[in-house]
Structures are given as structure tokens and as C-alpha cells.
């Protein structure tokens, strides 16, 4: 089952701690140690041994609006999941995980909320049920049947499909319907900006999956929109609330990515032929794209979309407002009429040429091998502090010490202790700042670790440092 708790100090502090206890004999009561509470063991036959995950706030935010009536605001939503499935909240970051074991089945999703937790919130209520929807529609012969109330994906054992390890696809760009002959190939916007074609051989399992996560993105977006529309009379701060969006899907061996924004997948892989006893140091790589104007490929096409606007980039950030150029939500940027609702100094000037911010997701979709150890998912707040190497050798040199510990809750650990000392302060000084005063120090940061492989590594989760 899938286990979460948040905790909220007098200081306006958050943490929030989950992992994934897979179905044993052993009964799921708590243990107490240490003042931590600590889940039974967990084993896992499948493509993943476990997950754990951790959430540390730094933004101090109010429930605005009552997106999912409100129920956002308990931080985690026990009434509205299932044993499968876990949401929660920290700062403006929202997290949500879905797991299947006995399908081989994992979700997970970051939603890294900026000026204010709406678009946060709502994409944590709505996105994984949308892309359940889309998933219904697919119209293919090997029958998808999902299920809502056990959220649990039942695939039809007679379909196979296979992807060999160097058809690797990171999509730009796919069509917003699929076609009615299911083309085995789609148009890839590659980094120089022209146009390829990728072939599919027969994965066209593959195409509807990633299809699918556009749609429901596009599905997610424009319904957020129509509600600021609606409420921006008496919530015209609505118009900049915005939020980047990582989707992570495990599902049998097939790794799919779906992101908006500067959060990241990172995977650590030994490689052809290393020697996987601990010896050998993984190599990471990064899964995700970072649209952010300090990329030098988003900031060209950024410029190339409005080539009468010199005053496209200011600052360093988008219209001198927003440093990702990708993101959820933001409708100031992308539509005059939410533009037209701000005030003073809040309104863009010279809109020219919306929409400044696109919400065409990067996607990706890999064949974990044997080599692979790990993916850590998580929100920038995260890589502020660490490279991408840096994450993966702590996690790798937690795990080798710590057979049955919790790798996100370290590297949260990790994050703090680096964020005080660059501060000049303990861990325990930085930790008494209030959420919100704390922000100046580090961001919301949420992590996840999805160990792979069918080692049974043992595992437990804790509550937050």
C-alpha cells in the first residue's frame, strides 16, 4: 500500500514523507523508533524494487480558491486516494504517486506551483484522472481496460510489445489526436529546430501512451484557464498563478516522462557491460528537458516565436516575469484577456505576440535495461543545490550503506545541510525560519527515488527530517 504523513511544526514548517508497502504476509501495522514512524518492510517483484519520497516547504501559501472544495488545503487527501495511491502538499509544490504492483504499474507526479498553489493544486486533483480518460479512449486492439476505483491498470496479457534498448524517442512535439490508421511515426522537432522522423516499428502502445499525456495536458490547461476566466473578476491574481509539471510513468519495463518547466528525471546507469556490484561509478542521465530562458535552445526558438517583440526577454526572464518558458497555467502571458485583468505593475507591458509561455511538453519514453539503478524525480528546488551527479552519488552511496533506509529523506537531509551552510547557519537554525521567511534560504523541494530492478532491495520510509 502507499503510505504518506505530513507534519506541521508551530512555525508554519511542512514535511511530508511517503513510500510504497507492497502487499506481504507481514502485516501493515507502524513501528515507532527514534520518534520516527517507520513502515514495515516492503518488496517488490517488478520492473521497481521501491519508491520512497519526501517534500520539504519553504512558501508560505493559503488555500486561494476551492479547487476540489478545498480538500487540497488538508495537505494530503487520504478520502480521495486509494491504498494504491498517495497525494500530498508542501509549500506550492504538489505530489502525487499511484502505484499497481501486482501490474508493474508506477505514477508519479511533481507539480511545482509558482505565484500562488492553484494551478498546483488543480493539476494534483485533475491530470492523473484526465490521463486515465484519454487512456479509455484509445481504440486499439489489444483492449486497455482502466479501472477508476481500484486505480489499477489491468493490461490484456495476449498484447506484447518490445523496444529495443537504442530506440530510445524524446519527443518535442505529437499530434493532439491520434490518427485513425495510428501512423508509426511522428514529426520530432530535434535541438537545431528541424524536423525529423522517428520510427515506431510496431510500439504503437508506445505513440497512444504519449498521445495520451498531451491530451490530457492540453485537456488539464484549458479547463484551468476557462476557471480563471470565470473567477478573475474577484481573483484577477488568478491570471499569473502557474505551475511546471513532471509526469513520471513506469509501466512493465517501458519509462515514459512527460515535463513542463525546470523539474527533473534523472536516471542512474551503470552502462554496457559495467560491473554492477557497487564498484563502478553510474553515470546520470538526465531525462528531462529544462525549459528555462538560461537554455540556450529555449531561449532561441523563444526569440525566433516573436521576432517583432525586442522586449521579449527582460532581465533574464520571459516579458521580465517568469524564468521557465514552459509551464502550466501563467495565462497573463499567454492571452491579452487575462493580461487585461492585472493592474499597475503587475500587467505585462506590450503584450505583442501571445503566447509568450507554451505548453508543449517535452517527452520521453526509454527502455530500462539491467544497467539502470534508479530515477530521482524532483523538483528544481532540488538541482539548485545539486548537479545531477552530485544527486545520483548521494543516493548510490546511501544505498550501498543503507540497505533498508530512506534515500529521499537523505538527500532532503543532504539539501538542508548544504542550504544552512551556504547561509551560515546550523541545520537547526535554518530549520526554526518560518516557511515563507525561509524561502530567501531554499525553495519547496520534493523528491522521489524509484529504485529499479528485481533485486527485492528492502526498503523503509520515514517521516521528513
Known amino acids: 500500500m502507499m503510505w504518506g504523513e505530513t507534519e506541521i511544526k508551530s512555525e508554519g514548517e511542512l514535511k511530508v514523507s511517503f513510500g510504497y508497502q507492497c502487499n506481504d504476509n507481514r502485516g501493515s501495522s507502524f513501528q515507532v523508533s527514534n520518534g520516527y514512524k517507520i513502515l514495515p518492510e516492503i518488496r517488490k517483484t517488478s520492473s521497481f524494487s521501491c519508491l520512497s519520497g519526501a517534500a520539504l516547504s519553504a512558501n508560505a501559501t493559503l488555500a486561494n480558491t476551492n479547487i476540489c472544495n478545498g480538500l487540497i488545503g488538508a495537505e494530503i487527501l487520504p478520502s480521495l486516494d486509494s491504498p494504491n495511491s498517495f497525494r500530498g502538499a508542501a509549500g506550492e509544490d504538489r505530489v502525487q504517486a499511484v502505484c499497481s504492483e501486482e501490474n508493474g504499474w508506477l505514477f508519479c507526479g511533481i507539480y511545482d506551483g509558482f505565484n500562488g498553489r492553484d494551478a498546483a493544486d488543480f493539476l494534483a486533483c485533475t491530470l492523473y484522472e484526465t490521463i486515465l480518460y484519454y487512456f479509455n479512449l484509445l481504440g486499439y486492439e489489444s483492449k486497455l481496460d482502466f479501472s477508476r476505483a481500484s486505480d489499477i491498470l489491468y493490461l490484456d496479457p495476449s498484447f506484447q510489445h518490445t523496444l529495443d534498448d537504442s530506440n530510445i524517442i524524446h519527443e518535442e512535439k505529437l499530434p493532439s489526436r491520434i490518427c485513425s490508421n495510428m501512423d508509426s511515426s511522428l514529426d ?9 522522423r522517428i520510427e515506431f516499428s510496431s510500439n504503437s502502445f508506445q505513440h497512444g ?19 480563471v476566466e470565470q473567477e478573475m473578476e474577484d481573483r484577477p491574481d488568478l491570471v499569473s498563478v502557474g505551475s511546471c509539471v513532471l509526469v513520471v510513468l513506469l509501466h512493465g519495463n517501458d519509462l515514459y516522462t512527460l515535463n513542463l518547466g525546470d523539474s527533473r528525471a534523472v536516471l542512474a546507469t551503470y552502462g554496457e557491460g559495467a560491473d554492477t556490484t557497487g564498484n563502478e561509478r553510474l553515470k546520470a542521465i538526465q531525462l528531462t528537458d529544462s525549459h528555462t530562458v538560461d537554455n540556450e535552445v529555449e531561449k532561441t526558438q523563444l526569440l525566433c516565436d516573436h521576432p517583432d517583440d525586442p522586449m521579449t526577454i527582460v532581465a533574464g526572464k520571459v516579458k521580465g516575469k517568469l524564468k521557465v518558458t514552459r509551464a502550466f497555467g501563467v495565462g497573463y502571458l499567454k492571452k491579452k484577456k487575462l493580461n487585461d485583468a492585472l493592474m499597475g505593475i503587475l500587467r505585462v507591458r506590450n503584450l505583442i505576440s501571445p503566447p509568450y509561455v507554451s505548453t508543449q511538453p517535452s517527452l520521453n519514453v526509454r527502455q530500462i535495461s539491467k544497467s539502470d539503478h534508479f530515477v530521482i524525480v524532483g523538483s528544481d528546488g532540488l538541482f539548485d543545490f545539486f548537479s545531477n551527479d552530485e544527486a545520483v552519488k548521494l543516493v548510490h552511496s546511501y544505498i550501498l550503506s543503507n540497505s533498508s533506509g530512506d534515500p529521499a529523506k537523505f538527500l532532503l ?9 551556504c547561509a551560515g547557519f546550523s541545520r537547526e537554525e535554518l530549520m526554526n525560519i518560518p516557511a515563507g521567511r525561509r524561502r530567501k534560504y531554499h525553495d519547496d523541494v520534493t523528491v522521489i527515488v524509484i529504485i529499479l530492478g528485481t533485486n527485492h532491495r528492502t526498503s523503509k520510509a520515514s517521516t521528513c527530517i
Not at 501512451?209 to 476557471?227: I, P
Open 413 to 421: 537531509e543532504q539539501l538542508v545541510d548544504r542550504a544552512a551552510n
Open 209 to 227: 501512451v504519449l498521445d495520451s499525456f498531451v491530451r490530457a495536458l492540453n485537456q488539464a490547461e484549458n479547463d484551468f484557464l476557462n476557471m
Open 188 to 196: 520530432h522537432i530535434n535541438k537545431n529546430g528541424s524536423s525529423d
